[in-house]
């Protein structure tokens, strides 16, 4: 019983201290092509994610969702769409795997900026 409870306690505790991932990002993304660099610029309103890419492929708006420490996107790109889903590992840092059209998949990691 008391183990129960505490696991509840441990659950809602970590859906409150969700970080809120809006502002400036910058990724490290490991692909079997090589290693990129892209800037994000997020906007978080509850669940609902928008915001900005800027990469290799140009400038792209982008659309997703946050639940938790759980944080999906997609980026549309005129070559198709960048499929981004990760974790949230602190108020600054956040990993994950991503997959790229043409290139396959990726795994990441991304630093808030200052």
């Known amino acids: 019983m008391y ?9 809602l505790g970590g859906l409150l201290l969700a970080a ?19 800037a994000f610029e997020l906007v978080q309103k509850g669940a ?10 140009g ?3 982008l659309k997703g969702t946050v639940a ?13 769409e960048l499929k981004y889903s990760g974790t949230i590992d602190s108020a600054t840092q956040m990993s994950g795997k991503a997959e ?7 795994t990441w990691k991304a630093t808030k900026d200052k």
């Open 68 to 80: 938790g420490n759980k944080i999906e996107f997609v980026v549309s790109v005129g070559q198709g």
């Open 20 to 38: 809120d991932v809006t502002g400036k990002w910058t990724f490290t993304v490991e692909t079997g092509a090589g290693t990129g660099s892209p």
């Open 48 to 57: 609902v994610l928008t915001g900005t890419y800027e990469g290799v492929v």
């Open 59 to 61: 400038k792209a708006p």
């Open 100 to 106: 790229y059209p043409e290139i396959g998949d990726a």
């Open 3 to 11: 183990l129960r409870i505490a696991t509840l306690f441990l659950a």
